[in-house]
């Protein structure tokens, strides 16, 4: 049986609410976990993502600082609402660096009649003893970050562990932890 949501907003407190289900973050956390056994020590991230906006989202843009997404790994081309997706990001090879990337879903304006808006989360996880991660996110307008990576370098250098964004109707929560109702 398939339960239709009359609009975006019920889809996502659905997906929200069910972020836990059928075992579908345990099973992200194992793919992702395969890519790291694959890849081997190093410093590496490994991403899981959830979305729970009422809407699929998109891969619109990255853009590495440190390091390269794993040969085996690809960001996830499209995410549906309530689904999980996972990648490994790796340093670079033979170098003593760490991982700084960003990644941009595009995603439908809540409350908008096809507006688009750009949710990014970028990761800092340096090489550097004594460092500590870094998480940010943002959303904003479509297409804004093709030409705004200096920005979003700035701000991920002087953020935390974790971080919320809201704009457009949208809500992202970036963390280099564990995720809330997780």
């Known amino acids: 049986m398939v339960i239709e949501y009359p609009d975006t907003e019920a889809r996502a407190a659905a ?12 099973q992200v956390k194992q793919y992702v976990n395969k890519l790291k056994s694959a890849y081997g020590d190093g410093i590496s991230v490994l991403a899981t993502i959830y979305n729970a906006i009422g809407e699929n989202i998109y891969f619109s843009a990255s853009k590495d600082w440190h390091g390269k997404l794993y040969t085996d790994s690809s960001y996830p081309k499209i995410l549906q609402n309530g689904q999980w997706g996972g990648f490994l990001h790796c340093k670079n090879d033979a170098a003593p660096s760490g991982t700084e ?26 090489w550097a003893p004594g460092s500590s991660n870094k998480a940010y996110t943002e959303i ?19 953020s935390g562990a974790s971080q919320s964004g809201f704009g457009f109707g949208l809500y992202s929560y970036h963390s280099t932890g564990k995720l809330p109702n997780s």
């Not at 941009?104 to 996880?125: C, L, P």
Request: hydrophobic content about 40%; charged content about 30%; glycine content about 10%.
């Open 15 to 26: 997906a929200n609410a069910a972020i836990g289900a059928d075992d579908k973050h345990k």
């Open 101 to 126: 990337a960003v990644v941009v879903f595009r995603a439908k304006a809540n409350g908008s009649s096809g507006g688009r808006g750009d949710v990014v989360i970028a990761w800092d996880d340096p």
């Open 140 to 158: 904003g307008e479509k297409d804004k970050y093709n030409s705004a990576w200096d920005e979003v370098r700035s701000k991920l250098a002087s």
